[in-house]
């Protein structure tokens, strides 16, 4: 099952706990800083999209700044 990750970069406060949680490495820490003020998470653009949908970045996320998106397998 492939996943889509969707962070809110505005709302992301930087604490990285997302990073932490995710086992395929899909999340990394934005060179830019957000409204705020924070160097948010952003999901890896390496063209290959290794998430399977578990949803444990947006489970770890204490700001809600993170949805999954499961697609169905045909």
């Known amino acids: ?3 889509k990750i969707v962070i809110d970069e505005e709302a992301c406060k930087g604490c ?4 932490e949680a995710c086992p395929r490495d899909m999340i990394e820490v934005s060179d830019n800083l957000n409204l705020k003020g ?8 390496s063209g290959e999209n290794r998430c399977t949908g578990c949803a444990l970045c947006a489970v770890a ?3 809600v700044a993170i949805e999954v ?6």
């Open 1 to 3: 099952m492939k996943g």
């Open 69 to 74: 998106y499961r697609e169905a397998e045909h």
């Open 38 to 45: 924070y160097y948010p998470a952003r999901v890896v653009d």
């Open 61 to 63: 996320c204490p700001d």
């Open 16 to 19: 990285l706990f997302c990073i």
